[in-house]
């Protein structure tokens, strides 16, 4: 090598201790909540996009604190490639379940994540739009069919990095919103329930 060739950029894989896995609740409409910042594993890259925490946001659940898609250039990503978060949550129910979340954006450039549900994409809807400068409760327009109960995983990949995520939600009803507070265009804005149990 001449010293001017391209050189892959590296992935920077980051995993608890002692990850996060969060169970249903036992309620009528079966949720499971938590923060963003509560990824079992993050991957980042390539450089220089990554996933961070970012404090000092205002209307956000805990302490001011969001996960951001950094450096927030515009760029976009198809699944599959650019940074991820798995989140991991053990279902007690099999059936369908839509996901909710709570999330805004910077810039119409900058508003949007790609979706996996147990590392499988629906390519008709693979990501999901939450609007910018405020944030609300946003839902994915399809259904996630769960076929057993147990521990599955939830994957969100870097769409368009300025994307700022608060909080997540499943529920098995799908007329199920997470906050009776309602903005301009009748989208929930309010913090939502509280977090589910932490499993031991």
Known sequence: MNGNETKPA????????NPPLYRQDDNEAGTV?????QYTTKIDGPE???WEVVTGITNCTKAETAMMGLPD???????????????YIKLAKPGRY????RASGPHWRGDSVNIAFDYQVNNQ?????????KFRWVKYNQPITVTEAGVHVLTLWMREDGT????????????YRPSDELDS??????IGPAQSAREE
């Not at 809807?125 to 400068?133: E, F, L, S, T």
């Open 48 to 50: 220089p996009y990554t």
């Open 73 to 87: 250039t515009g760029i976009q990503y198809t699944p599959f490639f650019g940074p991820r978060m798995d989140y």
């Open 164 to 175: 700022m995520l608060d909080r997540l939600l499943l529920t098995n009803q799908e007329g």
């Open 33 to 37: 909540v938590f923060e963003a910042e």
């Open 185 to 190: 265009f009748n989208a929930p804005v309010g």
């Open 98 to 101: 839509w996901l909710w979340l």
């Open 10 to 17: 590296p992935r920077t894989t980051i995993q608890w201790d």
């Open 125 to 133: 809807a693979p990501y999901i739009d939450m609007g910018v400068n």
